[in-house]
């Protein structure tokens, strides 16, 4: 009776002295529930209710919608509640936390092995690809190196084809914009990336070595012609090149060619020589070169820089720079931030009774570090050139179009 009691607080409907009438008078108690009963519409419970142990079960019925939640229904006042009808048992819990530990050490030891950076994880095709092998199964054993190299990528370039095909509906209604994003790697070879960007996506074209070409106006004018034949003339409305004076010609020459494009330079690139032309000035050469001196100094001597790491709030000078002019500007601005550091380093006991400071690098970096114009001067050109470089970061980046923030700067 005390569980029935419990189970009937869950209806608003339910008299009162309903539990005291039942608990005198059980026959009448039980009679006076019909009655109320009676005049609330019956809904039929389902076995599984009959059938659980509590009496209060009784009085609710079960349903189950077509997500298979389970609803109960009380039968006095028509008041549903959410459940489950069972849950697993202690054993099936940690067996399943335990394949879920054994698959995630499977998939670290495989990152591991293969030297995978942990960013991959990141991938949007990451999730997809774990929930399409939990799909299968056990029995799936993974694809071979054949498939790999072979049949999935054939299949990977066919859905990339048509994923391009579909673009070009796009290119013909809004049109589109060609950019030619020129670079230099490793074997100093100069490469020429064609992209065809329009609202719908980006779109890689092709790759092109033009080492022999770069000086050359009419060599990279009939590249640029060739791209703009293969996506259609008629769909593109804007060529994007370096401001170089060979790339600025060529895009006169496309011009003249189709007068439905126009050529204009990249802005990081314009960005890029501003910060160029800064640095061959000789005041911020000579700045540069000083501050250059102090950080080989530090990073060159494994003592010295263990005496610094262990100053509160220590980050490190050499800072990697969106491009290898913002460098310098980004080593100032680092310097600048850990003036004190290097301050108290040149001041204490135990720079003073170290033997590199008797030698002729500690001494120029000592002297530099306590300089106080050489500090002033270094503040000064990076609150004038810190406005170029959050520029550049912002055109240089593709989380958002910079274009309105040109016009703006």
Not at 63 to 84: D, I, L, Q
Not at 95 to 110: F, Q
Not at 316 to 340: K, N, W
Request: glycine share 6%.
């Amino acid at each position: 009776m005390q569980q029935l009691g419990s189970r009937s607080k869950l209806c608003g409907l339910t008299r009162p002295n309903f539990m005291s009438d039942l608990m005198r008078n059980p026959s009448n108690g039980m009679a006076n529930m019909n009655s109320q009963s009676s005049e609330i519409p019956s809904v039929a419970s389902t076995p599984n209710i009959r059938g659980k142990s509590d009496p209060a079960w009784g009085h609710f019925s079960e349903t189950r919608g077509p997500n298979r939640k389970t609803t109960y229904t009380c039968m006095y006042c028509a008041k549903s509640f959410k459940g489950t009808t069972s849950q697993p048992s202690i054993k099936s819990a940690f067996s399943s936390k335990s394949a879920k530990h054994r698959a995630n050490i499977a998939l670290a030891k495989w990152f591991y092995d293969a030297c995978i950076p942990f960013n991959a994880i990141n991938s949007p095709y990451f999730k997809p690809d774990v929930k399409a092998i939990a799909g299968i199964g056990a029995d799936f054993g993974g694809p071979s190196y054949h498939d790999m190299r072979v049949n999935s990528l054939e299949e990977c370039k066919k859905e990339l084809d048509f994923l391009i095909n579909s673009y070009r509906s796009n290119w013909r209604d809004n049109g589109c914009t060609i950019m030619a994003d020129g670079w230099t790697d490793q074997r100093q070879r100069t490469l020429i990336n064609f992209l065809v960007y329009c609202p719908a996506g980006l779109v890689f074209v092709k790759s092109v070595d033009a080492s022999d070409a770069v000086k050359d106006a009419n060599t990279l004018f009939h590249m640029f012609s060739e791209v703009v034949e293969w996506v259609g003339p008629s769909n593109v409305v804007h060529m994007v090149t370096d401001n170089a004076a060979a790339y600025k010609l060529a895009g006169s020459k496309l011009h003249e060619k189709y007068s439905n494009i126009y050529w204009s330079p990249c802005a990081a690139h314009c960005l890029n020589l501003i910060l160029k032309d800064i640095c061959s000035m000789s005041h911020v050469s000579s700045l540069a070169s000083r501050a250059s001196h102090v950080t080989k100094f530090v990073y060159n001597h494994g003592v010295i820089l263990s005496w610094l790491r262990k100053s509160d709030g220590w980050k490190e000078i050499v800072r990697p720079g969106i491009t290898r002019f913002a460098t310098t500007f980004i080593t100032l601005q680092s310097l600048c931030e850990h003036r004190y550091n290097l301050t108290s380093l040149v001041s204490s006991k135990f720079f003073m009774e170290h033997k590199l400071s008797e030698t002729t690098q500690g001494r120029l970096a000592s002297t530099i570090v306590l300089d106080r114009k050489f500090w002033d001067e270094c503040l000064m050109i990076v609150k004038v050139v810190t406005p170029i470089v959050k520029f550049l970061r912002i055109v240089d980046s593709d989380e958002k179009p910079s274009l309105g923030y040109v016009y703006e700067a």
